[in-house]
């Protein structure tokens, strides 16, 4: 059982990101009765997630409530990435609520609380914790995924992704329970030893439990075979929550993913490693061949999504700091080459199309140069394409996998690499090489333009500079 420190202010102090957030939660529903200017909405949720960011890098390292929550470098960077595509996400919004006619005020606070739950996960040191924010940030995204009311698709997706989710939470619950019974804790600190201590390293039992929490998780992930809700899903929703959900919450179940088989389980690697490695291979595989045949782009970068998934669980395949510091540096970078294609997809979205269609990129290069060489940039970083920063990123992946000795893997990992330039440069050839079949007017916003600029800046920064964000997640992992 866990012994639970006396509550002090200093507990509070150390989730202090968390409740500046959960204020600005409130904050949201309550401006929203009374006031009417929505312009209001979005700059008050980027002002509150920008002084969560600030926060999150004074706070001191900690661990409170028992053990329950942790902060640390490792929870500090996750936290970075979520918060980071809350504020894309929120840039790319005010334009594109405009133009779907969505209500502001649910929207943005929904948002806000969904983040939190992944913070909380983020944080999470007991798995009971972890699953209290898995689920605050699950039914949030639930909500959100269905605020198209008007739209069959945004419905039947929100509808698929609450029963796909409410089954992977009870797969989820039952793996705890099973850990539960044979350890007596569920603090992952504490984990580790009572495995070893209780003989536990080949008990089947423990192994069912470990595999039930693997499958929840890779449901969040997004991971084959259990992604077959992320294409309708990402199709229906809204398209903004579409790039949130592709990065912020993979983000945190990636944490979570981390601390529970290296923090909790490293020392039955031995067999959790195949089973990682079989469903990297076929994450990348289902992915990037099931992309090849979309006509959507957003369908498209859904399954994107799926194989960008099996190519970062090469960095927790390894099971060291080695690994898991590669695959933060990619979750990092992709936050800014994904959020990149969604701005220009959404940059073309108006009354008249939704910009998700191939065939809405025809001749974009003749209409609008700079729209077409942007999305050329973050296409080429997506398929990893050098000297780009996705190539930085999946580079130190291969190499943290070929250093643990997992070399069929990497090479599978570098041949679905190749196939998913296929679909990728497609989209180029529809900009460059082929005729527009009606003028491509675009009107920016100002959240549309600081998107785009700060996804530029960050992708030609870390393709240029890849050292501080590497030493960043590196450092991150000390002492843990």
């Known amino acids: 059982m866990n012994t639970f420190s006396p509550f ?77 595509g809350v504020l894309f996400t929120v840039l790319l919004s005010e334009r594109y609520l405009e133009i779907e006619k969505l209500h502001h005020g649910e929207y943005y606070s929904l948002l806000i609380f969904c983040t939190v739950g992944m913070m909380a996960m983020v944080s999470g ?71 070893v201590s209780l003989d536990l ?33 990402y199709e229906g929703a809204p398209s903004s929550i579409t790039a949130f959900l592709a990065v912020a919450p993979k983000a945190a179940a990636f944490a979570v993913l981390g601390r529970v088989l290296i923090m909790g389980f490293g020392d039955v690697h031995i067999h959790w490693g195949p089973l990682i490695a079989f469903i ?3 994450t990348m595989a289902i992915g990037n061949i099931a992309a090849i045949a979309q006509k959507s782009l957003k369908r498209m970068l859904a399954y994107s999504s799926v194989a960008h998934a099996g190519y970062a669980l090469l960095g927790i395949l390894a099971g060291n700091n080695e690994g898991l510091s ?78 643990a000795g997992y070399i069929v893997t990497v090479v599978a990992a570098m041949v679905f690499s190749v196939v998913s330039a296929y679909y990728y440069l497609r989209v180029v050839r529809y900009m460059y090489f082929e ?22 800046i960050g992708m030609v920064g870390m393709a240029i500079f890849p050292g501080p964000i590497l030493s960043f997640a590196g450092k991150s992992l000390i002492g843990y």
């Open 326 to 403: 590669a695959t933060m540096n990619y979750l990092f970078i992709y936050a800014f080459m994904n959020m990149g294609a969604f701005a220009i997809l959404i940059m073309l979205c108006d009354n008249k199309r939704r910009g998700e269609q191939l065939d809405d990129y025809r001749g974009l290069a003749k209409t609008n140069p700079l729209a077409a060489a942007l999305m050329l940039v973050f296409l080429f970083s997506l398929a990893g394409i050098p000297p780009t920063a996705g190539f930085i990123g999946k580079f130190y992946l291969l190499v943290a996998a070929i250093h």
């Open 125 to 195: 040191g007991d798995l009971i914790v972890v699953y209290l924010g898995l689920e605050l940030m699950a039914l949030s995204a639930y909500c959100l995924v269905g605020l198209l009311k008007q739209d069959s698709r945004s419905n039947e997706a929100s509808l698929k992704y609450f029963l796909m989710g409410a089954f992977s939470t009870g797969l989820l619950l039952y793996g705890i329970s099973l850990i539960y019974g044979l350890t007596g804790t569920t603090d992952l600190s504490v984990l580790s030893e009572r495995v």
């Open 8 to 84: 002090t202010l200093s507990s509070l102090s150390s989730m202090g990101p968390e409740l500046v957030l959960l204020s600005v939660g409130i904050l949201l529903i309550v401006v929203d009765l009374f006031c009417k200017n929505r312009l209001l909405l979005p700059w008050l949720t980027a002002a509150g997630t920008l002084v969560a960011l600030v926060l999150l890098f004074n706070t001191s390292s900690a661990t409170v409530f028992g053990n329950m929550y942790i902060v640390d470098g490792y929870s500090v960077f996750f936290k970075m990435v979520c918060l980071v």
């Open 280 to 282: 990297a291979v076929l």
């Open 201 to 233: 390293m080949n008990n089947h039992a423990l192994l069912v439990g470990l595999g039930l929490v693997l499958v929840a998780f890779c449901f969040k992930l997004a991971a084959a075979p259990f992604h077959m809700w992320a294409p309708d899903v």
């Open 435 to 456: 005729n527009a079949e009606q003028e491509t007017a675009v009107s920016m916003s100002p959240g549309m333009t600081a998107a785009l600029v700060l996804a530029m």
